[in-house]
């Protein structure tokens, strides 16, 4: 066997079995470059949960619906929404009479002294005997006094000229200025004859009814609106964004107030009518649906008639808008080139959120107030509603109309102090001069205050929310539960 001579005869290149790529001969797209941008302020994508189903989110898992346990959660759910509704009642009672309540300017400006008198004299005839003289008393003799008369109406019902007159007040009304702000009218309400403890929860089951069914309505009505205009799984609540971003939240919103609005005119009238059963003019829910749509224009005056439509799509609006709207913007001043959410930033978020609820308080006040006046308003060949509060003797034209007639003639330093004549005069100098000084301050001669009723228990429901939030860290669901 013959030696080879050198190894390299034997050495053979074998093909590799892998190879290398390079990158340049990749078909795929070149990775994104990283680059330092700031994050945008957006909202939690999620969704608001149907109550029943954030109860139990078993029901919601595939593989049939348990009929048993959708019940038991369904009244689970009815028993947290109305106890949580009867809880809030009394305030949301108050806060309605303050602000459906009419106060002119001229309120304090009535003398409770007696009506002036004229003297009648009786002249006696030759005729008269002494028998007759001798049992007449010699004060009455010759003269007598009797009160002069007071207008009347064609009915015969004396004209009431002010509405801090007790002898002309019906006696189911509350007096002008016995409160000035929730919690005050709430005990005049308990404590007033007329209505009551029991009557801080009128309208109970209508609330209730409406909150159920308006978080039951509102996310099915923005899934489908949702599925018709976004297909795509980006997220809803981001800003800037497209126009869909939020417009669909709003127009959820919008069309769930719109749907459920001849709730919210049942549950006004049945809070500001009296409870006295003598001049109660509806005596539930049902029966007030029932006499509204015989007597005030059937269905369609419930939900097309211009003094309900305008006023529920300017509050279903305005309202959405707002807490939607805001957040981000304020996030963006408050807190430049950081990310907040409720995620990230939970208690970052619960200021953003205070901050925006404070702000869209005293644009959504003012429209909440004139629709409460003009729900109280009677139409067609309704009866006038008997309130337990004065409301204004002549109705109003539209949304423009009660906002300027509440700023020009009525008065907002509440309450009104009664003051009888003979104080008037034991009052001195000084205390003129006070009422003067009084007089020119802008709050005590418009009405700007009855536009901001019910604003502090606004407020505080608010700062409570944010308190809790920031003890418990956050979460929750975009926007505030207003009280």
């Not at 994508?45 to 595939?62: G, T």
């Not at 604003?455 to 418990?472: C, D, K, P």
Request: aromatic share 8%; charged share 20%.
């Amino acid at each position: 066997m013959s030696n080879p001579s050198s190894l390299r005869d034997l050495y053979s290149t074998n093909p590799p079995t892998w190879t290398f790529t390079s990158p340049a001969n990749s078909t795929g797209p070149p990775p994104p470059p990283q680059t330092s941008k700031i994050p945008s302020h957006t909202f939690s994508s999620r969704p608001v949960q149907n109550s029943i189903f954030e109860l139990s989110p078993a029901l919601a898992e595939p593989g049939g619906l348990d009929l048993g346990l959708f019940l038991k959660t369904l009244f689970a759910s009815t028993v947290l929404g109305y106890t949580t509704t009867a809880i809030a009642m009394p305030w949301e009672v108050g806060k309605c009479l303050l602000q459906v309540q009419w106060v002119p300017r001229d309120a304090e400006q009535v003398d409770d002294a007696e009506p002036p008198t004229e003297e009648v004299v009786e002249e006696m005839s030759d005729d008269e005997s002494g028998e007759e003289l001798y049992f007449t008393e010699p004060l009455n003799s010759g003269t007598s006094r009797y009160p002069i008369p007071r207008p009347a109406d064609e009915r015969g019902y004396v004209v009431r000229k002010n509405v801090m007159e007790e002898s002309t007040r019906p006696d189911y009304v509350i007096p002008v200025g016995s409160a000035d702000g929730v919690w005050a009218m709430m005990k005049t309400v308990g404590r007033f004859r007329g209505e009551g403890w029991l009557a801080l929860w009128k309208g109970l089951l209508t609330e209730c009814v409406t909150d159920m069914l308006s978080t039951t309505m509102q996310p099915l009505i923005h899934n489908a609106l949702q599925g018709i205009f976004t297909p795509t799984s980006a997220p809803l609540y981001v800003f800037p964004a497209s126009s869909t971003s939020l417009l669909i939240p709003v127009a959820s919103h919008l069309i769930t107030g719109f749907i459920l609005s001849p709730l919210d005119l049942v549950r006004t009238r049945l809070i500001v009518q009296s409870f006295n059963p003598q001049h109660r003019t509806y005596t539930g829910p049902i029966d007030a649906l029932r006499k509204i749509v015989r007597d005030e224009g059937g269905v369609s005056g419930l939900y097309l008639h211009p003094h309900l439509f305008i006023p529920t799509i300017l509050d279903n609006t305005i309202r959405p808008l707002i807490s939607l709207g805001l957040p981000p913007l304020l996030a963006a001043q408050l807190f430049p080139g950081t990310l907040v959410s409720i995620e990230s930033s939970p208690v970052a978020w619960g200021v953003v959120e205070f901050a925006s609820s404070c702000v869209g308080l005293l644009a959504t006040l003012p429209f909440e107030t004139v629709r409460r006046r003009l729900e109280v308003q009677v139409r067609g060949r309704a009866q006038p509603l008997k309130t337990c509060v004065e409301k204004r003797p002549i109705p109003y034209n539209g949304v423009v109309d009660a906002m300027w007639h509440i700023l020009t003639e009525e008065r907002s330093d509440l309450p009104v102090e009664r003051e009888v004549g003979r104080r008037r005069k034991e009052k001195g100098k000084e205390g003129e001069k006070e009422r003067e000084k009084g007089e020119e301050s802008l709050w005590r001669r418009t009405g700007l205050g009855q536009l901001y009723r019910g604003l502090g228990v606004r407020l505080s429901a608010s700062l409570i929310v944010f308190v809790l939030g920031a003890i418990t860290g956050g979460g929750g669901e975009p926007g505030w539960a207003e009280l």
